[in-house]
């Protein structure tokens, strides 16, 4: 079994200013992890995935993770945030074993606000 | 390329009463699985099809079902509704045999009253 604990419900931030929304995972089995994004009223999207190699993912829009496997960790930063950033954030992992549970597993969310 | 499409986009509801939503993958995904995320909350895992058959399924009570037709397109289905189904419903669909990433539609808004 697999459960996400992200760490902040909410993170106010200024404008051009750097961020992080943290995300920690516990499992059994060996993960991906994602990170997707969601505005307001609408799905999910996609926004990095772990899913072996190099630890540190990177996003095409300034977003990137890094992979920490002792810490079980996949932190999501961007080091200078826009207005468009503002949106709802989860933290997602699932099992590698293709006959296995293919479901995602996602923490409870993180709002972040980008005051002007 | 479509992507995840869903429909309808908003629903209301009466106690008691059946709903069914319905989902069309992504272009060459092949398995369909249904999350609820209710309101500040994060989606949570109703059941995953492939094959036309459910193969697995989360913590729901069995008012909720589903059905993959063999286009890979699917419905789920809530009986006896509650005030608690109230929630946006997400689709999601992917390919099992590489496994890596799932698509969301926009998801179906239901509102129990």
């Known amino acids: 079994a697999q459960s996400v604990t992200q760490l902040d419900s909410q993170v106010p931030v200024f404008e051009e200013a750097p961020v992080e929304l943290r995300c920690n995972y516990s499992?059994?089995?060996?993960?991906?992890l994602f990170w997707y994004v969601q505005y307001p009223n609408q799905g999910l999207q996609l926004l990095l995935k772990?899913?072996?190699?190099?630890?540190l993912v990177e996003s095409i829009n300034g977003f990137e993770a890094e992979f920490n496997k002792s810490q079980t960790s996949f932190h999501l930063r961007k080091p200078s945030v826009h207005i468009s950033d503002t949106a709802e954030y989860f933290c997602?992992?699932?099992?590698?074993?293709?006959?296995?549970?293919?479901?995602?597993?996602f923490g409870q969310g993180t709002r972040l606000t980008i005051n002007p | 390329d479509a992507g995840v499409t869903q429909s309808p986009t908003h629903l209301i509801k009466t106690r008691g009463q059946q709903v069914t939503l319905r989902c069309s993958p992504k272009s060459g995904h092949d398995t369909v699985s249904w999350y609820q995320q209710a309101l500040g909350q994060g989606p949570q895992f109703i059941f995953q099809y492939y094959e036309e058959e459910e193969r697995q399924r989360g913590n729901f009570p069995d008012r909720f079902s589903g059905h993959q037709f063999p286009n890979y397109s699917s419905e789920l289905n809530v009986n006896a509704l509650l005030l608690g189904d109230s929630a946006l419903y997400l689709c999601?669909?992917?390919?099992?045999?590489?496994?890596?990433?799932?698509?969301f539609g926009q998801g179906t808004r239901l509102t129990v009253v």
């Open positions: 999601a669909s992917s390919l099992r045999v590489t496994n890596t990433e799932a698509f």
């Open positions: 997602a992992v699932r099992s590698r074993v293709i006959q296995g549970a293919q479901k995602l597993v």
């Open positions: 772990y899913l072996s190699g190099s630890t």
């Open positions: 499992s059994s089995v060996s993960v991906y």
